[in-house]
């Protein structure tokens, strides 16, 4: 029904910055009208969300993405990106995009329905 595919993922020193990206298609609903996300997962530990942007907009990000992270989304494109600048070491993970199912939810309780296949991203010290 929809498929996520995840780009920009790769090997950056402590301080650079990555700028990801998720193109979605879907034949079944419009994404338009979807809150996404952007998640990751550290080998052996769960996987946590990490930011999320509303259909209209509205942002969340968690207390380590703050200030350093940026989620948007080009519509018309259907794509999402994260913008990471400041990277540390403990950001290293495999990044995921995810967009929720039920139309015309914020930012903040995104159900993650649907995944992508997820992206590496390595911060060197």
């Known amino acids: 029904q929809v498929q996520l595919v995840e780009s920009g993922g790769g090997l950056v020193q402590t301080g650079g910055s990555l700028r990801l990206s998720c193109t979605a298609s879907?034949?079944?609903?419009?994404?338009?009208?979807?809150?996404m996300g952007w998640f990751r997962q550290v080998s052996g530990e769960e996987r946590e969300i990490v930011a999320s942007i509303g259909w209209r907009g509205t942002t969340y990000y968690t207390d380590s993405a703050k200030g350093r992270f940026t989620i948007s989304r080009d519509n018309a494109k259907n794509t999402l990106y994260l913008q990471m600048n400041s990277l540390k070491p403990e950001d290293t993970a495999v990044y995921y995009c995810?967009?929720?199912?039920?139309?015309?939810?914020?930012?903040?309780?995104?159900?993650?329905?649907?995944w992508g296949q997820g992206t590496q991203v390595t911060v060197s010290s």
């Open positions: 995810a967009v929720d199912s039920s139309p015309f939810g914020g930012a903040s309780r995104i159900s993650a329905d649907y």
């Open positions: 879907s034949r079944s609903f419009t994404l338009s009208t979807r809150a």
